[in-house]
């Protein structure tokens, strides 16, 4: 089987085995004493994240009183079915489980993200009002910590808490435009947005480009695009040539108007969030633009349904761990983002999500729970994945209000 054209046979297997699952949208002990900052000092210069120094427009550590010492506890709010699960005892978290009994925290872990811009609404009257939401540790798309970080309402991260995290996190995830530095957030896991089809509904033709999903006739009202607007424009501006980390305002409004001709004409049966994924599986959506991991999990009982990475480039994110303004317990909330950063744990994590790992590290450890799966590019992609991903730039508040509030007349929101 073709890796970019459809689920990688290791992941196939391992879906087989039960060691896997997906995200359905769709905490760890201090480890450095006051000794040791000098020389984690010198780390985190090599490896290009400076140290956390003063307040640009978010809580530092030294600005909101961190009751973690105190209080062992930790609120962490997910996305549905983004972490590992014992299939046994679907209550057990096996590795989530272990950092608890390691650091003493105890995780009140709540799958209350379905949406981000659902979620942003729930919490933004607390973050405006200067309050804790409630909530220690948050899981954000890129694109919504970055907005979240630029309004000031997340928390400086201490890099000496995250010795683990500092050392480890991939290079080609440091440079974040959303977080420069990482001052603010670490990836949970990296995302791409790629084409899915279902190959008996489309009577075997492979879907490889959003121009197939915009002007193939026999695709005709059995083709969706998703609500996420940076990952449908993106793709669109992708396949017009356009690099979706540099557009111009000419480039937003010529994506938009190439998928709105689609709409006049009725080639799109819809736009979808994650209920994409019942009428793929059936077949009442031909092709459509999807979430990788969410394919790999249709993939387990239908093999029908492949995916292509295109030819011009697929929109490459992050899901980033970022501690909210005015949270109680930010030591408790790095303690468990530096544990998720340990190679083996990272491995266990991403042999159950089958998402992008960022963790130098875990491939090698992935190799001791499954060989196979190491070398799935899903999970850790070769350089050939590496080179066709591209970011969607990041965008002022004001722009962002200009694109969403046409993104939303595009598609009837």
């Given at each position: 089987?073709?890796?970019?054209?459809g689920?990688?046979e290791?992941?196939?297997?391992?879906w087989?085995?039960g060691?896997?699952?997906?995200?359905a949208?769709m905490?760890?002990?201090?480890?450095?004493?006051a000794?040791?900052?000098?020389?984690?000092?010198?780390?985190?210069?090599a490896c290009g994240?400076?140290?956390?120094?003063?307040?640009?427009?978010?809580?530092?550590?030294e600005?909101?009183?961190?009751?973690?010492?105190?209080?062992?506890?930790?609120?962490?709010a997910n996305?549905?079915l983004y972490?590992?699960v014992?299939?046994?005892n679907?209550?057990?978290?096996?590795t989530?489980?272990?950092?608890?009994?390691e650091?003493?925290?105890?995780?009140k872990y709540?799958?209350d993200?379905?949406d981000?811009?659902?979620?942003y609404?729930?919490?933004?009257p607390?973050?405006?009002a200067g309050?804790?939401t409630?909530?220690?540790?948050?899981?954000l798309?890129?694109?919504?910590?970055?907005?979240?970080?630029?309004?000031?309402?997340?928390?400086r991260?201490?890099?000496?808490?995250?010795?683990?995290?500092?050392?480890?996190?991939?290079?080609?995830?440091?440079?974040?435009?959303?977080?420069?530095?990482?001052?603010y957030?670490?990836p949970?896991?990296?995302?791409a947005?790629?084409?899915a089809y279902n190959k008996?509904?489309t009577?075997?033709?492979?879907v490889?480009?959003?121009?197939?999903?915009?002007e193939?006739?026999?695709?005709k009202g059995r083709i969706?695009m998703?609500t996420?607007?940076?990952?449908?424009i993106g793709?669109?501006m992708l396949?017009m040539?356009?690099?979706?980390e540099?557009f111009?305002?000419d480039?937003?409004?010529?994506?938009?108007?190439?998928?709105?001709?689609?709409?006049?004409?009725?080639?799109?049966?819809?736009?979808?969030g994650?209920?994409?994924m019942d009428?793929l599986n059936?077949?009442?959506?031909?092709?459509?633009l999807?979430w990788a991991?969410?394919?790999?999990?249709?993939?387990?009982?239908?093999?029908?349904?492949?995916?292509?990475?295109?030819d011009r480039?697929?929109?490459?994110?992050?899901?980033?761990?970022?501690?909210?303004?005015?949270?109680r317990h930010?030591?408790?909330?790095e303690?468990?983002?530096?544990?998720?950063?340990?190679?083996?744990v990272?491995?266990e994590?991403a042999?159950?999500?089958?998402?992008?790992?960022?963790?130098?590290?875990?491939?090698?450890?992935?190799?001791?729970?499954?060989?196979?799966?190491?070398?799935?590019?899903?999970?850790?992609?070769?350089?050939?994945m590496?080179?066709?991903?591209?970011?969607?730039?990041?965008m002022?508040?004001?722009e962002e209000?200009r694109?969403?509030?046409?993104?939303?007349?595009?598609i009837?929101?």
């Amino acid at each position: 089987m073709d890796l970019y054209e459809g689920l990688p046979e290791p992941v196939a297997k391992a879906w087989e085995r039960g060691l896997t699952s997906g995200r359905a949208a769709m905490s760890r002990r201090r480890l450095l004493k006051a000794a040791s900052l000098a020389a984690a000092g010198s780390t985190l210069a090599a490896c290009g994240i400076p140290p956390a120094a003063g307040n640009n427009g978010g809580d530092g550590p030294e600005d909101t009183p961190d009751h973690s010492r105190e209080e062992k506890v930790l609120n962490f709010a997910n996305w549905p079915l983004y972490i590992d699960v014992d299939e046994k005892n679907k209550k057990k978290r096996p590795t989530l489980d272990r950092f608890e009994r390691e650091s003493g925290i105890k995780v009140k872990y709540v799958e209350d993200i379905n949406d981000n811009n659902e979620f942003y609404g729930k919490i933004k009257p607390q973050l405006a009002a200067g309050q804790d939401t409630g909530r220690d540790l948050v899981c954000l798309s890129d694109w919504m910590a970055g907005r979240v970080i630029r309004q000031g309402w997340a928390q400086r991260l201490d890099p000496a808490h995250l010795p683990h995290a500092v050392t480890n996190l991939e290079d080609r995830f440091r440079a974040a435009a959303h977080d420069p530095g990482r001052q603010y957030s670490y990836p949970w896991a990296g995302t791409a947005c790629i084409v899915a089809y279902n190959k008996k509904a489309t009577k075997g033709k492979k879907v490889t480009s959003v121009t197939q999903l915009l002007e193939d006739e026999s695709l005709k009202g059995r083709i969706s695009m998703l609500t996420e607007m940076t990952d449908t424009i993106g793709l669109t501006m992708l396949d017009m040539g356009v690099d979706s980390e540099r557009f111009s305002e000419d480039d937003f409004e010529a994506a938009i108007a190439r998928i709105q001709k689609a709409v006049d004409r009725k080639q799109l049966r819809r736009f979808s969030g994650n209920d994409y994924m019942d009428e793929l599986n059936s077949g009442d959506i031909a092709a459509c633009l999807a979430w990788a991991g969410d394919v790999v999990q249709l993939q387990l009982d239908n093999p029908d349904v492949e995916f292509a990475v295109p030819d011009r480039g697929y929109l490459f994110g992050t899901d980033d761990l970022l501690v909210p303004a005015k949270a109680r317990h930010r030591s408790n909330a790095e303690a468990l983002i530096d544990y998720y950063y340990q190679p083996k744990v990272a491995a266990e994590l991403a042999a159950w999500v089958n998402y992008i790992c960022p963790v130098t590290g875990a491939k090698a450890e992935m190799e001791k729970i499954d060989k196979e799966l190491a070398d799935a590019p899903l999970i850790f992609p070769d350089e050939k994945m590496i080179a066709k991903g591209k970011n969607f730039r990041p965008m002022s508040a004001k722009e962002e209000a200009r694109y969403e509030e046409k993104f939303s007349k595009l598609i009837g929101a």
